[in-house]
């Protein structure tokens, strides 16, 4: 079946975080986003970026366990605002702003789009753009066609039979996966919607 959109665009935030106790406020210290396209979901670019937080700079241990991210890497990194800036600038680079291209973000779960990317524009007194105040929840989309809601990615990934790829909770390789769900299930007939969002 045809889609609705001529790419989709993949993100997949990494934040600082600690257990048993989480952080207060999470930072995005990873900023990955993959360019679709919606007839083929074969990767046509790739945005990445690390982020320096501020708020909490330094990193717990947990945090880097899970994510594979060092101090070093977000230390040597551009805060929030100068990396908004890069990716609008990267959506232009891409002709995904023009009228005539039809795009939607996709996201595993709403937590990216709906609390930490509007909470970090917040802090930077920086405007939540139209395009990112709607997108495709891939689980939503994946409940609408199976029936079943899926706990996590992984849960996503051996119902589509596919072996997971790279390190989970890598952002980049996270987006990567999430594609490979997404092309799957297109194949079994699923059309892509907006299905989640902020007003």
């Known amino acids: 079946k045809e889609q609705s959109y001529d790419?989709?665009?993949?993100?997949?935030?990494e934040a600082?975080?600690?257990?048993?106790?989480?952080?207060v406020p999470q930072e995005i210290i990873e900023f990955p986003v993959l360019k679709i396209c919606a007839k083929t979901f074969n990767i046509e670019s790739i945005f990445h970026a690390y982020v320096?937080?501020?708020?909490?700079?330094?990193?717990?241990?947990?945090?880097?366990?899970?994510?594979g991210i060092t101090q070093e890497m977000v230390?040597?990194?551009?805060v929030f605002e100068d990396?908004?800036?890069?990716?609008?600038?990267?959506?232009?680079?891409?002709?995904?702003?023009?009228?005539?291209i039809k795009f939607a973000f996709a996201t595993c779960g709403d937590w990216d789009l709906?609390?930490?990317?509007?909470?970090?524009?917040k802090g930077f007194k920086l405007p939540v753009p139209d395009y990112m105040k709607k997108w495709i929840n891939v689980k939503v989309s994946f409940a609408e066609l199976t029936t079943v809601y899926p706990r996590n990615m992984m849960?996503?990934?051996?119902?589509?039979?596919?072996?997971?790829?790279?390190?989970?909770?890598?952002?980049?390789?996270?987006c990567k996966n999430i594609a490979r769900v997404m092309k799957n299930l297109a194949e079994r007939g699923l059309v892509y919607l907006c299905n989640a969002g902020i007003h």
């Open 83 to 100: 990396v908004y800036e890069s990716f609008q600038r990267w959506l232009q680079k891409e002709e995904l702003l023009d009228k005539n």
């Open 7 to 13: 790419y989709i665009l993949v993100l997949d935030f």
């Open 52 to 67: 320096r937080p501020i708020t909490n700079p330094t990193l717990s241990k947990f945090c880097s366990q899970l994510t």
């Open 155 to 174: 849960t996503m990934i051996k119902y589509c039979q596919l072996e997971h790829e790279g390190r989970l909770h890598s952002g980049v390789d996270d």
């Open 114 to 121: 709906k609390y930490i990317f509007p909470m970090q524009c």
């Open 75 to 78: 230390d040597n990194s551009p």
């Open 16 to 23: 600082t975080c600690d257990s048993p106790v989480n952080v």
